[in-house]
């Protein structure tokens, strides 16, 4: 069993792994802390530590085999085994994930799409049929699912969370905007786009102050240049 990972490293993982499938499909072979890092923009050392984590994947001098890393992060990631996915709410949402191929590449299967509305129900969605609700719990019961990914209105999503649990569902990829309250061992995985677009405004606000501040500073100093040249 791996020693307790923060969540922060964890966080991080994901980005290690495309950007060591990128390298893979250029067929480089190896890399460097020091070269991931100037692709990755994170310091050298943080990379370091962070694979630190699992066992020193990098050898001094050598660097980091890139074919073994990437499989190793990917073990740790749980991806070297198919997750059966559910989405459940075939709205703009719902179908705009189940169309999304590369999900699957990654090892997320998306079984089946359900929704309540009527007219949705036989229209495929990315390669599957869209099924009624009333035959969710005796597929779930069936195909053993493991996860639901939740796309519908979020007044829905306590109750609909709840019975897929109660029916055996382990994981939900939640994308209501609501705070889940399930038993301790199901797996939540929020998504919010729209907190996403709140941290991109808070960056696009402090870029635009820090550069009010840089111009700011610049036109103090003008000034001072000025008033020295007048004095002389
Ligand atoms: P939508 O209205 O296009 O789709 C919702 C679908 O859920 C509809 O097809 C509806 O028939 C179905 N539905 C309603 N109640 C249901 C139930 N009890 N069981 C099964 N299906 C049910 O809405 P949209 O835009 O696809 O959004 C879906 C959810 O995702 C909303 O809660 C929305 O707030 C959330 N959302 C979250 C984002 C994020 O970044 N996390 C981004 C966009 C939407």
């Not at 692709?39 to 050898?59: E, P, Y």
């Not at 459940?88 to 299967?109: H, P, T, V, W």
Request: proline share 2%; net charge positive; with cysteine.
């Amino acid at each position: 069993m791996q020693k307790a990972i923060s969540t922060a490293v964890i966080k991080r993982l994901p980005r290690y792994y495309r950007y060591l499938g990128e390298l893979r499909k250029q067929e480089v072979v190896r890399i460097s802390s020091k070269e991931l890092s100037e692709r990755m923009n994170v310091t050298a050392s943080q990379i370091r530590q962070d694979l630190n984590n699992f066992g020193g994947f990098g050898q001094q001098g050598y660097g980091y085999n890139v074919e073994h890393l990437y499989t190793e992060i990917g073990k740790i990631l749980g991806l070297d085994q198919e997750h059966k996915v559910v989405i459940i709410g075939a709205g703009n949402l719902g179908q705009a994930i189940a169309n999304y191929g590369d999900f699957a590449r990654r090892g997320f299967a998306i079984k089946a799409v359900f929704d309540i509305k009527q007219e949705l129900i036989g229209k495929e969605a990315g390669g599957v049929k869209i099924r009624s609700m009333s035959g969710l719990k005796e597929y779930v019961l069936k195909q053993k699912p493991e996860i639901a990914a939740l796309t519908i209105p979020k007044e829905h999503a306590a109750q609909v969370a709840n019975d897929v649990v109660s029916w055996g569902i382990k994981a939900i990829w939640n994308f209501t905007p609501t705070e889940l309250r399930l038993p301790k061992d199901v797996v939540v995985e929020n998504v919010h786009l729209t907190e996403s677009l709140m941290r991109l405004s808070y960056n696009i606000r402090a870029a635009q102050e820090k550069k009010e501040q840089e111009l700011g500073k610049q036109i103090a100093a003008e000034a001072c240049m000025e008033s020295a040249a007048t004095e002389e």
